[in-house]
């Protein structure tokens, strides 16, 4: 096994002494009278100034392997086995002796910054609530401390954002206070959890940048969880691969990367979608098929300066999502539509399916003026376009069975009951390969990626001309991920159905995509072919954006990290404005959505 | 794959979309010794990288909602307790005396009845109920609990004073329940200028304090028939629960499930009632059960200050109404109809309190120490036996 192997592994840094060691980890869970274990024998070494990556999927027991370091695992769950730091036993270790080591030896990253700090409180508050809980020091100079620290995680303007409460910073200034808030005790040990996660490729890049940056200066060793491989090429020196609670590989990231050893390690990193690996080849697939950039066809879609605004409410003043957007979908082709969160790349989706109302401008679908529609106007286009929502979890009614789900657009558009219908339900079960007797199975009995199977199915039972795909896969592991966009790249060949394909990753969309769309602050910046919006980016948006991108492979990924840095440097001005701007919106657009009305009329 | 693989147990669950198990054997027969390596691990070990799936599935697998949801609360002490004794109340009050139905009397098997006037038996007409540490030992006797003044049967009055406590509660909670899940319903589904209206008139019922307007309603209404003044008082008695359903309903109304059923097409009633209901059904049972124990009480209140049930009807809290003179003299006049109303509430607050646990999913127990201790005493044992 590759476990041991941890212990004799060659210092990298010199020969330094590590400062976490942990041995033969155990994390078990108590259920209905059983132990289950969730992390087994888990072992391996941290040393200062060292970033080690733990890779895995989810329920792989990387988090709660970490978890159980600091003693936060939940009431049904217990740590055995050895994990010492700086040679001081922490299995076992009583509350009161964890709570010091908490925040001052161990410190936490936490993947969600705006639920992992308190919204009542403002962030230089925090921060100095941190420091004066560890130290002895007055409230004058645990000012300056976290200004300091403010100042060392490059949070913009911090005088200013220290008085500043969570929701007014945008996602990448409230990782940024959360790391702050971390470092503040200068600890031995920083566990980052998916730190980059929830965050936007653009902003993902700048937080990595800092962390790169902070492990020069502060000599700690971080321990990153993640299951993105870019990020871990990007980071790591080390890397340690779970699954199913074991270690199944651990060794230096070059060497990992280059060879890995587990056919585990082999297949998760077959199934991270590669930026630019399918470019090259489908730029002549679909010149073969379309006759170059121009597709022919049948429109299913055309917009032309499409406004979409959320209305005015109160003192509120309306929001406009999308502003000016032309963009044409034919029969049978997958156009992606890429942005950042807040860029209404999703609310274009929702337009389109009519679940919000076009301001201004022209929407057709399938020939059908979707402008001022309304309830009753919609009734036969429903037919005609399907929705993958994006989390399979909230997109099911936890109450029906899957099958009934799957089979209510029929019934409700073609009437079909009974036999009839189970033979419908059936037959679409079978194309999106699940067994058919899940049927009578509930949402919260199936698995992530049998949920979206499920969505995908119901979107199809109508055989609709135009299906919206709205980050289908974003909530789902990688090789997960990789089965279903599969799955879905068959449907489409098989059903010839159009496809507005959202996303925020870049190379999800390039793998299936013939067409880009990218969308900036809700204006469309740039729309291309696949291999061109890939290869040759024109907007400087889309450049950063692609830049931006980590890619599974050490090497590479450190080229493009240079290019990515001269860039993220070169537009830092305009990229602090627009972080600014971003925030406002998100306010904004947070006061606004719970008013939006769609065009039924509710 | 040896027995003890749990891929083979949970079958068609865990035809999922894990390529790694395919994968695995197929790249792994590359090298050998990795293959046995990876094999030996596998084998005899729970699967640990399902644990965290497995361990949700666990208790819920192959069941729908409402099933589990009854399992949980059938495993729930205090709601079961509760339950048992409120039936068998609910039992013994009607078999008892006998009741009315449309006119025609169904009798019980007890001689008494709540108005009949008796020769009194003991003095000052004290129970005849005799406890085994008694002299003379365990007795029901004639009448045990006791007479009032005029020779009264007090338990065949206090089964009647049940009777009606019950029949008020299931009128008041049966009112409540559809006027405040629709008002609720529609005022989170609409939002807007019908949620304004809806809402204001509900903070307008709130402002009104229930006893004032039940006591009114009740010199009105209050007879010896129990339904009017109930269903008057289920009339107020909406306004927390369609609060509470108008908050879930605002919350379910954002859930993408709800977009994908306008995208297939439903109407918006099919929206309210087959997507949107039975996902409030938790909130609207807890909350319906809470506010019968209070639809009790506030019978019982407006009873005592007698703008309630008016005789020849019994009620409890009546009852303790024109005994409270006697509280010093004759106490079990005071003491049996005032132990009925506190077990009657207490009853429906377990029930309520156990359909609460019941419904909230996020809600586990932690398992007792001994519980785990034992739990490690079994794998230990399993281990040992595997390694022999």
Request: glycine fraction near 10%; charge should be negative; include cysteine.
């Amino acid at each position: 096994m590759s476990a041991p192997e941890a212990i004799t592994d060659k210092p990298v840094d010199g020969g330094r002494e590590p400062i976490l060691e942990v041995r033969d980890l155990c994390v078990d869970f108590y259920v209905e009278g059983e132990w289950f274990p969730a992390a087994i024998d888990v072992t391996y070494d941290v040393r200062p100034g060292e970033v080690l990556a733990i890779v895995g999927e989810s329920g792989s027991g990387k988090s709660q392997s970490s978890m159980s370091l600091l003693g936060l695992l939940p009431g049904n769950g217990r740590a055995t086995g050895s994990a010492k730091l700086d040679g001081k036993e922490l299995i076992g270790m009583s509350a009161g002796q964890l709570r010091r080591v908490r925040g001052n030896d161990i410190a936490v990253i936490f993947q969600e910054p705006m639920t992992a700090l308190n919204p009542v409180y403002s962030i230089g508050f925090q921060i100095v609530e941190t420091l004066r809980n560890h130290f002895d020091i007055g409230p004058t100079a645990a000012t300056e401390r976290a200004l300091e620290l403010l100042r060392l995680v490059e949070m913009p303007d911090p005088e200013t954002r220290f008085h500043s409460y969570p929701h007014q910073l945008s996602g990448g200034q409230r990782q940024r206070a959360m790391i702050a808030q971390s470092l503040s005790c200068d600890p031995r040990l920083l566990i980052a959890d998916e730190p980059t996660t929830a965050l936007d490729v653009t902003v993902q890049a700048e937080i990595l940048k800092l962390m790169r940056d902070l492990r020069n200066r502060i000599d700690s060793g971080i321990v990153l969880i993640t299951h993105d491989m870019g990020v871990v090429a990007d980071m790591a020196d080390r890397i340690v691969v779970m699954r199913r609670g074991r270690i199944v590989e651990s060794g230096e990231a070059k060497d990992i990367f280059d060879n890995p050893q587990h056919p585990y390690t082999r297949e998760l990193l077959g199934a991270v979608p590669h930026l630019g690996a399918h470019s090259t080849m489908e730029i002549s697939d679909h010149e073969r098929d379309h006759g170059g950039d121009t597709p022919i066809g049948e429109p299913v879609m055309v917009a032309e300066n499409m406004v979409i605004e959320y209305p005015k409410r109160g003192r509120t003043p309306a929001f406009r999502a999308v502003d000016g957007v032309s963009l044409t979908i034919n029969a049978g082709e997958v156009v992606g539509l890429v942005g950042e969160s807040g860029s209404g790349k999703t609310t274009i989706g929702r337009a389109v399916v009519g679940l919000l109302p076009v301001t201004e401008g022209k929407l057709e679908i399938a020939g059908f003026d979707m402008v001022g529609a309304s309830h009753k106007d919609l009734m036969p286009l429903r037919k005609q376009i399907g929705i993958v929502f994006q989390d399979p979890g909230s997109s099911l009614n936890p109450r029906l069975p899957i099958g009934e789900s799957i089979g209510e657009p029929l019934m409700l558009h073609t009437g079909i009951k009974g036999a009839e219908l189970d033979k419908r339900v059936e037959s679409l079960l079978d194309q999106v390969e699940l067994p058919r007797s899940m049927r009578n199975r509930y949402p919260h009995e199936l698995s992530g990626g049998q949920r979206q199977r499920v969505g995908i199915a119901r979107a199809l039972s109508l055989e609709p001309k135009l299906l919206v795909a709205d980050e289908p896969t974003s909530a789902l592991d990688v090789s997960v991920q990789a089965h279903v966009l599969e799955l879905f790249t068959d449907l489409q060949r098989e059903h010839g159905f159009a496809c507005l394909f959202i996303s925020h990753d870049l190379a999800v969309v390039e793998m299936l995509s013939s067409r880009i769309a990218v969308m900036h602050h809700g204006k469309l910046v740039e729309l291309g072919s696949a291999a061109q919006i890939v290869q040759s980016p024109k907007d400087p948006y889309t450049q950063r954006l692609i830049a931006a991108v980590p890619v599974p492979d050490p090497n590479e990924q450190k080229i493009r990290r240079e290019r990515r840095d001269a860039l993220l440097e070169a537009a830092a001005a305009e990229l602090a404005a627009e972080e600014e701007l971003e925030a406002h919106q998100q306010n904004v657009s947070r006061g606004e959505r719970p008013t939006q009305d769609g065009p039924t009329g509710f | 794959m040896s027995t003890n693989d749990p891929q083979d147990k949970r079958d068609p669950q865990d035809e999922r979309d894990d390529p790694f198990e395919a994968g695995e054997t197929s790249t792994g027969s590359l090298d050998p010794a990795m293959t046995a390596a990876s094999t030996t691990d596998e084998d005899g070990v729970v699967d640990a990288g399902q644990a965290e799936n497995a361990i949700e599935l666990r208790e819920v697998e192959g069941l729908s909602q409402g099933q589990i949801v009854r399992r949980r609360f059938f495993r729930h002490t205090g709601a079961m307790a509760g339950l048992i004794v409120m039936i068998l109340i609910a039992l013994l009050a009607i078999t008892s005396i006998g009741f009315n139905i449309g006119g025609f009397r169904i009798p019980g098997w007890w001689p008494h009845t709540a108005g009949a006037l008796n020769d009194i038996l003991n003095p000052r007409g004290g129970p005849t109920l005799r406890m085994p540490w008694d002299e003379g030992g365990f007795a029901i006797g004639e009448h045990p609990f006791g007479q009032d003044e005029i020779g009264r049967d007090i338990f065949a009055r206090t089964m009647k004073g049940v009777q009606t406590s019950l029949i008020v509660m299931g009128v008041i909670g049966a009112v409540a329940t559809v006027l405040g899940t629709l008002v609720g319903a529609f005022a989170g589904f609409f939002r807007g200028k019908t949620d304004n209206v809806l809402m204001r008139f509900t903070d307008l019922i709130i402002t009104l304090p229930v006893i004032v307007i039940g006591a009114v309603l009740g010199k009105k209404l209050g007879s010896a028939d129990p339904i009017p003044l109930a269903l008057a008082l289920g009339a107020i008695a909406w306004t927390g629960l369609a609060r509470l359903v108008r908050g879930d309903f605002l919350s379910l109304r954002e859930r993408e499930f709800i977009d994908a059923a306008r995208v297939a097409g439903a109407s918006t009633s099919r929206i309210i009632f087959k997507h949107m209901l039975p996902n409030a059904i938790g909130v609207i049972i807890v909350s319906v059960t809470l506010l019968m124990s209070s639809a009790i009480l506030l019978e019982t209140a407006l009873s005592y200050l007698g703008f309630g049930i008016q005789p020849p009807n019994v009620s409890l809290g009546q009852m303790i109404n024109n005994y409270q003179g006697s509280f010093n003299t004759r106490p079990w006049l005071f003491w049996w109809p005032g132990l009925f109303i506190i077990l009657i509430a207490l009853c429906v607050n377990f029930i309520g309190d156990g359909l609460r646990d019941a419904f909230d999913p996020r809600q586990k127990k932690v398992p007792s120490a001994r519980k785990m201790a034992r739990a490690d005493r079994r794998t230990a044992r399993a281990d040992a036996r595997a390694t022999a």
